[in-house]
């Protein structure tokens, strides 16, 4: 199934795009679509470990289920105000 | 009222004034752009964010800190966008029956929304280079958490 990856903060930069499309296995978790992603892009590794996920309004975890169509939302550490 | 803004943001409207009659206190804390960044001179920056999240979040701090400090009243607004010097970043304003409730309210939204929301503040100095500034991991499924950073 497809999903896309977005990139907030310094991972965009890093990764030189807003977004990404990834194809995983029906079935897939969000860590087995972050090891896709930093087997595509081993510079994102250490970002992507201290980066939290979120889809819509609310944030997810390693091991949340995707589905086909999603938006995961890479959140690096944050620093507003 | 949005909690972000791409325009600048306008604190009348935060004020809130002509209500709360029983409040006697009303603390307002701005932050604006600092000319520098661990020594180095900085010209500009540009705040971005992951709104759905952040609009969310920010609801969640005012309601909870008004919970917390039992008053009637607390906003937070964030700007988004590119800016200089001087121009306002954020908006938090608290009010209360008695001054020190607002205070303490208003010291704590901004520091919550500091840690907890989604939005990043890349920095760009004198010499045309720029940077993120590092902030804080808001991951909740990692063993270990260290918070090394300091903040101004």
């Known amino acids: 199934m497809q999903i896309t990856i977005e990139f907030h903060g310094v991972l965009e930069r890093l990764a030189g795009a807003a977004s990404m499309s990834l194809i995983v296995a029906d079935g897939a ?53 | 009222m ?23 206190g009303l603390a307002l804390f701005a932050g604006t752009i600092r000319n520098h960044s661990d020594n180095k001179p900085v010209l500009r920056l540009r705040y971005t964010a992951y709104a759905p999240l952040a609009e969310k979040l920010m609801r969640e701090i005012e309601a909870e800190t008004k919970a917390h400090f039992k008053i009637p009243y607390c906003r937070v607004q ?3 966008g590119l800016l200089n010097v001087g121009d306002v970043a954020i908006y938090c304003v608290a009010r209360s029956p008695h001054r020190a409730e607002a205070f303490a309210a208003c010291r704590q939204a901004v520091d919550e929304v500091k840690h907890r929301v989604p939005i990043w503040k890349e920095e760009f100095y004198a ?24 903040h101004a």
Not at chain 1, 29 to 55: F, G, H, M, W, Y
Not at chain 1, 63 to 76: T, V
Not at chain 2, 10 to 16: G, I, V
Request: aromatic content about 2%; hydrophobic content about 35%.
């Open chain 1, 29 to 81: 978790v969000v860590a087995d679509a972050l090891e896709l992603l930093t087997q595509k892009a081993p510079n994102l590794v250490d970002t992507v470990e201290r980066s939290a996920c979120a889809i819509g309004d609310s944030l997810v975890s390693r091991s949340d289920s995707l589905s086909h169509g999603a938006r995961l939302a890479l959140l690096p550490p944050v620093a507003g105000g």
């Open chain 2, 2 to 24: 949005n909690h972000l803004s791409e325009s600048p943001l306008q604190l009348e409207p935060l004020l809130a004034q002509g209500q709360f009659p029983d409040c006697g």
């Open chain 2, 78 to 80: 964030h700007r988004l």
């Open chain 2, 127 to 150: 010499d045309g280079s720029s940077a993120f500034v590092q902030g804080c991991c808001i991951r909740q499924d990692q063993a270990h958490h260290h918070h090394e950073h300091a």
